[in-house]
T-cell receptor
Framework: AQTVTQSQPEMSVQEAETVTLSCTYD???????LFWYKQPPSRQMILVIR??????QNATENRFSVNFQKAAKSFSLKISDSQLGDAAMYFC??????????FGKGTLLTVNP | DVKVTQSSRYLVKRTGEKVFLECVQD?????MFWYRQDPGLGLRLIYF???????EKGDIPEGYSVSREKKERFSLILESASTNQTSMYLC???????????FGPGTRLLVL
């Protein structure tokens, strides 16, 4: 069974600085998708970024980028120029060819002014 | 924009009551999902549906059932609520050929 591990239950960053959230996963499949979701205190889960495993190029979305290391089964999220609105719970998620999305347990990010 | 709505943000029910949680999406998505979210456990899949009247069990289906009579609506049913079903329930939907799931705002259920 696929598993997703987020080893950092909590992280903090100063406003305008950069922070990296870690995620590792375990799978025997070669074709899959990886996601980072953000859940602010209002509780609506929002997609931050996605990565297709067959793509070697790391995905980027404005201040958010990933470091996808397929061989190491690592998928970290980098947030540049952190803003107060980035404070949230961040979930890493894995999806293979079936419908199921497997989530990590989350990393709570605090942004300090 | 994709919109996924859930019928209630907060619910308080008594042990043994039958509870219905409703989810509606407005983007003609084939797939719909129900998760529960508990601190320290992340999100766990309860059930999903890939078409009208079709459903499959997720990781933790015990104590739950689902209904999908129309494409846009997916209901989660707690036949006899128990205190260990106190949780946050999240609904999501996706297009069959896309991988991204879009989430509703969640329903926080308290069973007394």
């Amino acid at each position: 069974a696929q598993t997703v591990t987020q080893s950092q239950p909590e992280m903090s960053v100063q406003e305008a600085e950069t922070v990296t959230l870690s995620c590792t996963y375990d799978t025997s499949e070669s074709d899959y998708y990886l996601f980072w979701y953000k859940q602010p205190p209002s509780r609506q889960m929002i997609l931050v970024i996605r990565q297709e495993a067959y793509k070697q190029q790391n995905a980027t979305e404005n201040r958010f980028s990933v470091n996808f290391q397929k061989a190491a089964k690592s998928f970290s999220l980098k947030i540049s120029d952190s803003q107060l609105g980035d404070a949230a719970m961040y979930f890493c998620a894995y999806k293979s060819s079936n419908y199921k999305l497997t989530f990590g347990k989350g990393t709570l990010l605090t942004v300090n002014p | 924009d994709v919109k996924v709505t859930q019928s209630s943000r907060y619910l308080v029910k008594r042990t043994g009551e039958k509870v219905f949680l409703e989810c509606v999406q407005d983007m003609d998505h084939e797939n719909m999902f129900w998760y529960r979210q508990d601190p320290g456990l992340g999100l766990r899949l309860i059930y999903f549906s890939y078409d009208v009247k079709m459903k499959e069990k997720g990781d933790i289906p015990e104590g739950y059932s689902v209904s999908r009579e129309k494409k846009e609506r997916f209901s989660l049913i707690l036949e006899s609520a128990s205190t260990n079903q106190t949780s946050m329930y999240l609904c999501a939907s996706s297009l069959w050929h896309q991988e991204t799931q879009y989430f509703g705002p969640g329903t926080r259920l308290l069973v007394l």
